[in-house]
């Protein structure tokens, strides 16, 4: 085996990469939604803590986790019709790398007037207006 792939399902490429990028963000937006329920569920318990933890949230750190927080939707979003289109559309297979270059260009034009506008205001609180 002169490959160098012996012992390995690692092919390379960007599919693969997809694939793993697929996997993360799914892993992380699950993470979220089980913060997001145990603390939406913690208003029940005590509204004193409740309003504690979400001011917590109104801090600098927290607005750039928001934006990987939506970066990461938009991919998985994007990632996965290209996911269906390729396991249910007859020539998906042949065009998957030209798709998975469309999603990327998709979420570029999207994330970066979107991150700007997620980011302003923290920016003028941290820096004043320019």
Known sequence: ???????????GGPGMW???????TG???FFFLVVH???????RVSPDAYNTVIDTYKTPLVNLMEV???????????NGIRVILVDFWEQGPRYQRQMLWT???IWFVVM???AYFMLKHTAETLFGSA
């Open 18 to 24: 997809s694939w793993v990028a697929h996997r993360i």
């Open 37 to 43: 329920v145990v603390d939406t569920a913690l208003v």
């Open 27 to 29: 892993a992380a937006v």
């Open 68 to 78: 990987g927080l939506v970066a990461v939707v938009l991919f998985h979003a994007l």
């Open 103 to 105: 999603i990327l260009v």
């Open 1 to 11: 085996m002169a490959n160098g792939n012996a012992g390995t399902l690692y092919r």
């Open 112 to 114: 970066i007037p979107g």
